[in-house]
């Protein structure tokens, strides 16, 4: 069993960077895939990157590609999100998730444990 917690949301301008932060539960963690999903209000869930379980591969959604960066530190059960040059429509619901695949993951359906999310607001 694996437990996933975010942290690091937050209201910020246009422009800026936030990390977030998922800290996971469970020996096995470290030979699962992860990824970061969001959700807007009134949208879909949708995928954001992810990473495979060595962190030697990783995937972004076209949306944040070039402005977000996905790392892991299996050493402490960490998964990270750097979002630099942030837009008024990365706001959203981010979620950590994981998956018992060991590569990179982009669909929500193959993933078995999600965090409760955390609150990322960008203002205009």
């Known amino acids: 069993q694996v437990q996933l917690v975010e942290s690091g949301g937050g209201l910020v301008q246009a422009g800026d960077s936030l990390r977030l932060s998922c800290a996971a539960s469970?020996?096995?963690?470290?030979?699962?895939?992860a990824g970061w999903f969001r959700q807007a209000p009134g949208k879909a869930r949708e995928f954001v990157a992810t990473?495979?379980?060595?962190?030697?591969?990783?995937w972004y959604a076209d949306s944040v590609k070039g402005r977000f960066t996905i790392s892991r530190d299996n050493t402490k059960n960490t998964v990270d999100l750097q979002m630099n040059s942030l837009k008024p429509e990365d706001t959203a619901v981010y979620y950590c998730?994981?998956?018992?695949?060991?590569?990179?993951?982009?669909?929500?359906?193959?993933?078995?444990?999600w965090g409760q999310g955390t609150q990322v607001t960008v203002s205009s």
């Open positions: 469970g020996r096995t963690f470290s030979s699962y895939g």
């Open positions: 998730a994981a998956s018992r695949r060991t590569t990179v993951v982009v669909t929500s359906f193959h993933y078995n444990y």
């Open positions: 990473i495979s379980w060595n962190g030697g591969s990783t």
